[in-house]
Protein backbone atom coordinates (compact mmCIF):
# COMPACT_ATOMS: atom_id res chain seq x y z
CA UNK A 1 0.00 0.00 0.00
CA UNK A 2 2.80 2.42 -0.97
CA UNK A 3 2.97 4.49 -3.54
CA UNK A 4 6.86 4.17 -4.35
CA UNK A 5 8.19 3.39 -7.96
CA UNK A 6 4.85 5.20 -9.15
CA UNK A 7 4.44 7.61 -11.83
CA UNK A 8 1.35 10.26 -11.05
CA UNK A 9 0.25 12.87 -12.67
CA UNK A 10 -1.38 16.11 -10.73
CA UNK A 11 -3.21 18.31 -13.25
CA UNK A 12 -3.21 22.06 -10.61
CA UNK A 13 -0.28 20.34 -9.04
CA UNK A 14 1.42 23.55 -8.30
CA UNK A 15 -0.06 25.49 -5.59
CA UNK A 16 -2.62 24.48 -2.71
CA UNK A 17 -3.96 20.80 -2.49
CA UNK A 18 -2.46 19.83 -5.59
CA UNK A 19 0.85 21.19 -4.36
CA UNK A 20 0.54 19.48 -1.28
CA UNK A 21 -0.80 15.91 -3.06
CA UNK A 22 2.46 15.97 -5.22
CA UNK A 23 4.56 16.34 -1.96
CA UNK A 24 3.10 13.66 0.33
CA UNK A 25 3.23 11.39 -3.07
CA UNK A 26 6.77 12.50 -3.53
CA UNK A 27 8.10 11.82 0.06
CA UNK A 28 6.24 8.45 -0.29
CA UNK A 29 8.66 7.50 -3.14
CA UNK A 30 6.42 8.30 -6.20
CA UNK A 31 7.77 10.49 -9.50
CA UNK A 32 5.85 13.03 -9.82
CA UNK A 33 5.16 15.25 -13.05
CA UNK A 34 2.98 18.97 -11.95
CA UNK A 35 0.61 20.51 -14.31
CA UNK A 36 -0.09 24.16 -14.28
CA UNK A 37 -1.54 26.96 -16.41
CA UNK A 38 1.28 29.72 -15.49
CA UNK A 39 4.85 28.91 -15.99
CA UNK A 40 5.91 30.71 -13.08
CA UNK A 41 3.70 28.52 -10.97
CA UNK A 42 5.39 25.68 -12.17
CA UNK A 43 9.04 26.67 -11.67
CA UNK A 44 7.81 27.59 -7.77
CA UNK A 45 6.24 24.23 -7.81
CA UNK A 46 9.32 22.32 -8.70
CA UNK A 47 11.88 24.24 -5.94
CA UNK A 48 9.86 22.98 -3.87
CA UNK A 49 9.80 19.24 -5.53
CA UNK A 50 12.53 16.49 -5.78
CA UNK A 51 14.59 17.07 -8.91
CA UNK A 52 13.08 13.35 -10.06
CA UNK A 53 9.97 15.81 -10.55
CA UNK A 54 8.72 17.08 -13.81
CA UNK A 55 6.40 20.52 -14.18
CA UNK A 56 4.46 20.96 -17.58
CA UNK A 57 2.46 24.74 -18.58
CA UNK A 58 -0.63 23.58 -19.30
CA UNK A 59 -4.15 24.80 -20.32
CA UNK A 60 -6.62 22.52 -19.41
CA UNK A 61 -9.45 23.83 -21.20
CA UNK A 62 -7.47 23.39 -24.26
CA UNK A 63 -8.20 20.03 -25.38
CA UNK A 64 -5.68 19.81 -28.16
CA UNK A 65 -2.83 20.88 -25.28
CA UNK A 66 -4.10 18.09 -23.59
CA UNK A 67 -3.24 15.55 -25.84
CA UNK A 68 -0.43 16.65 -26.59
CA UNK A 69 0.51 16.41 -23.01
CA UNK A 70 -0.30 12.88 -22.46
CA UNK A 71 1.33 12.27 -25.09
CA UNK A 72 4.92 13.70 -23.91
CA UNK A 73 3.43 12.33 -20.39
CA UNK A 74 3.23 8.59 -21.57
CA UNK A 75 3.02 5.45 -19.05
CA UNK A 76 2.01 6.48 -15.85
CA UNK A 77 0.05 5.29 -12.71
CA UNK A 78 -2.77 7.67 -11.36
CA UNK A 79 -4.33 11.03 -12.80
CA UNK A 80 -5.08 13.47 -9.89
CA UNK A 81 -7.05 16.76 -11.31
CA UNK A 82 -7.11 19.58 -8.69
CA UNK A 83 -7.57 22.37 -11.18
CA UNK A 84 -9.37 25.12 -11.02
CA UNK A 85 -9.65 29.03 -11.32
CA UNK A 86 -10.81 30.92 -7.20
CA UNK A 87 -14.09 29.99 -6.36
CA UNK A 88 -17.17 31.74 -7.75
CA UNK A 89 -19.41 33.19 -5.17
CA UNK A 90 -22.57 35.38 -5.46
CA UNK A 91 -26.41 35.90 -6.16
CA UNK A 92 -27.69 33.98 -8.79
CA UNK A 93 -28.89 37.52 -10.03
CA UNK A 94 -25.63 39.36 -9.99
CA UNK A 95 -24.05 36.37 -11.21
CA UNK A 96 -21.43 37.12 -14.62
CA UNK A 97 -22.23 33.74 -16.83
CA UNK A 98 -19.23 34.45 -18.92
CA UNK A 99 -17.35 33.91 -15.70
CA UNK A 100 -19.34 31.11 -14.45
CA UNK A 101 -19.09 29.26 -18.00
CA UNK A 102 -14.96 30.00 -17.15
CA UNK A 103 -15.27 28.35 -13.86
CA UNK A 104 -16.62 25.21 -15.36
CA UNK A 105 -14.40 24.94 -18.54
CA UNK A 106 -11.76 24.44 -15.93
CA UNK A 107 -12.98 22.92 -13.03
CA UNK A 108 -15.56 20.83 -14.92
CA UNK A 109 -14.53 20.19 -18.64
CA UNK A 110 -11.00 20.34 -17.48
CA UNK A 111 -11.12 17.47 -15.43
CA UNK A 112 -13.31 15.73 -18.21
CA UNK A 113 -10.65 16.40 -21.01
CA UNK A 114 -7.94 14.79 -18.22
CA UNK A 115 -9.74 11.85 -18.29
CA UNK A 116 -10.79 11.77 -21.74
CA UNK A 117 -7.04 11.60 -22.97
CA UNK A 118 -5.42 10.52 -20.15
CA UNK A 119 -6.80 7.56 -18.83
CA UNK A 120 -5.12 5.42 -21.75
CA UNK A 121 -2.29 6.20 -20.66
CA UNK A 122 -2.48 4.57 -17.41
CA UNK A 123 -0.65 1.30 -16.23
CA UNK A 124 -2.68 -1.79 -14.66
CA UNK A 125 -3.89 -0.80 -11.49
CA UNK A 126 -3.91 2.49 -11.64
CA UNK A 127 -6.83 5.29 -10.90
CA UNK A 128 -7.78 8.74 -11.35
CA UNK A 129 -8.54 11.31 -8.49
CA UNK A 130 -10.95 14.26 -9.52
CA UNK A 131 -11.83 16.98 -6.79
CA UNK A 132 -15.31 17.92 -6.12
CA UNK A 133 -16.62 20.24 -3.02
CA UNK A 134 -19.39 19.98 0.13
CA UNK A 135 -21.67 22.55 -1.75
CA UNK A 136 -22.98 20.10 -3.55
CA UNK A 137 -24.41 18.06 -0.41
CA UNK A 138 -24.82 21.25 1.60
CA UNK A 139 -25.47 24.38 -0.52
CA UNK A 140 -25.98 27.70 0.88
CA UNK A 141 -27.00 31.10 -0.74
CA UNK A 142 -24.95 32.82 -3.31
CA UNK A 143 -22.77 29.13 -3.93
CA UNK A 144 -25.41 28.44 -7.20
CA UNK A 145 -22.30 28.21 -9.49
CA UNK A 146 -20.41 25.97 -7.08
CA UNK A 147 -23.01 23.81 -6.01
CA UNK A 148 -23.81 22.84 -9.59
CA UNK A 149 -20.44 21.99 -10.14
CA UNK A 150 -20.25 19.95 -7.18
CA UNK A 151 -23.08 17.86 -7.94
CA UNK A 152 -21.90 17.30 -11.54
CA UNK A 153 -18.34 16.28 -10.38
CA UNK A 154 -19.88 13.94 -7.98
CA UNK A 155 -21.85 12.30 -11.23
CA UNK A 156 -18.92 12.22 -13.39
CA UNK A 157 -17.15 10.20 -10.66
CA UNK A 158 -19.41 7.46 -10.69
CA UNK A 159 -19.88 7.31 -14.03
CA UNK A 160 -16.26 7.16 -14.83
CA UNK A 161 -15.85 4.51 -12.67
CA UNK A 162 -17.96 2.23 -15.10
CA UNK A 163 -16.92 3.82 -18.25
CA UNK A 164 -12.87 3.11 -17.73
CA UNK A 165 -13.10 0.65 -15.69
CA UNK A 166 -11.15 -1.22 -14.40
CA UNK A 167 -9.47 1.83 -14.00
CA UNK A 168 -10.69 3.49 -10.52
CA UNK A 169 -11.94 6.69 -10.42
CA UNK A 170 -12.95 8.56 -6.63
CA UNK A 171 -12.76 12.00 -5.56
CA UNK A 172 -12.58 13.80 -2.80
CA UNK A 173 -14.44 16.96 -1.56
CA UNK A 174 -13.13 19.78 0.54
CA UNK A 175 -15.06 21.79 2.81
CA UNK A 176 -13.12 25.11 3.52
CA UNK A 177 -9.67 25.03 3.54
CA UNK A 178 -6.83 27.51 3.08
CA UNK A 179 -5.84 27.87 -0.25
CA UNK A 180 -5.39 30.30 -2.97
CA UNK A 181 -9.09 29.29 -4.15
CA UNK A 182 -10.32 32.06 -1.79
CA UNK A 183 -7.69 34.61 -2.90
CA UNK A 184 -10.39 36.98 -4.62
CA UNK A 185 -11.91 37.52 -1.34
CA UNK A 186 -10.19 40.59 0.70
CA UNK A 187 -7.65 39.28 3.13
CA UNK A 188 -10.00 40.90 6.14
CA UNK A 189 -13.49 39.70 4.50
CA UNK A 190 -11.42 35.90 4.11
CA UNK A 191 -9.58 36.05 7.32
CA UNK A 192 -12.88 36.49 8.77
CA UNK A 193 -14.52 33.87 6.96
CA UNK A 194 -11.84 31.54 8.30
CA UNK A 195 -12.26 32.23 12.13
CA UNK A 196 -16.04 32.10 11.46
CA UNK A 197 -15.69 28.66 10.20
CA UNK A 198 -13.37 27.32 12.49
CA UNK A 199 -15.91 28.18 15.09
CA UNK A 200 -18.90 26.54 13.83
CA UNK A 201 -16.61 23.36 12.87
CA UNK A 202 -16.22 20.36 15.50
CA UNK A 203 -12.55 20.03 14.58
CA UNK A 204 -12.23 24.16 16.33
CA UNK A 205 -9.83 25.07 12.67
CA UNK A 206 -10.43 25.54 8.75
CA UNK A 207 -8.52 22.74 6.86
CA UNK A 208 -4.93 23.13 5.56
CA UNK A 209 -4.20 21.34 2.38
CA UNK A 210 -1.81 18.57 3.53
CA UNK A 211 -4.94 17.65 5.50
CA UNK A 212 -6.89 17.20 2.64
CA UNK A 213 -4.19 15.71 0.55
CA UNK A 214 -4.23 12.22 2.88
CA UNK A 215 -7.42 11.45 1.20
CA UNK A 216 -6.03 11.74 -2.77
CA UNK A 217 -3.10 9.55 -1.37
CA UNK A 218 -5.38 6.88 0.30
CA UNK A 219 -7.54 6.74 -2.89
CA UNK A 220 -4.45 6.27 -5.10
CA UNK A 221 -3.14 3.44 -2.41
CA UNK A 222 -7.04 1.80 -1.99
CA UNK A 223 -7.20 -0.88 -4.54
CA UNK A 224 -10.90 -1.81 -3.70
CA UNK A 225 -12.11 2.01 -4.09
CA UNK A 226 -13.34 3.44 -6.97
CA UNK A 227 -17.08 5.59 -7.46
CA UNK A 228 -16.31 6.89 -3.68
CA UNK A 229 -16.31 10.34 -2.85
CA UNK A 230 -14.29 10.91 0.63
CA UNK A 231 -15.42 14.00 2.64
CA UNK A 232 -12.49 15.91 4.32
CA UNK A 233 -14.32 18.55 5.79
CA UNK A 234 -13.52 18.77 9.29
CA UNK A 235 -17.14 17.91 10.00
CA UNK A 236 -19.04 21.03 8.24
CA UNK A 237 -21.38 19.31 6.57
CA UNK A 238 -23.11 17.65 10.34
CA UNK A 239 -23.22 21.25 11.52
Same mark, same amino acid.
Request: proline residues 4%; aromatic residues 6%.
Given at each position: *??? #? $?????????? !??? $?????????? /??? /????????????????? =????????????????? !?????????????????????????????? &????????????????? %??????????? #????????? &???????? *???? &????????? *????? #???????????????????? =?? /? +????????????? %??????? +??? $?????? !???? /????????????? @??????? $? @?? &???
Amino acid at each position: *MSL #R $GQRIVVIGGT !AGI $GLAVAEGAAR /EGA /EVVVASRRRESVDAALK =RLPESAAGHVLDATDEE !AVRGFFARVGGFDHLVYTAGESLLMGSLAE &TDLGRARRFLDTRLWGA %YTAVRHGAPGI #RPGGSVVLT &TGTAGRRP *MPGT &TVAASLCGA *MQSLT #RALALEIAPVRVNAVSPGVV =RT /E +LWRDLPEAEREGL %YASAAGS +LPV $GRVGEP !ADVA /EAYLYLMRGGYST @GSVVVVD $G @GG &TLV
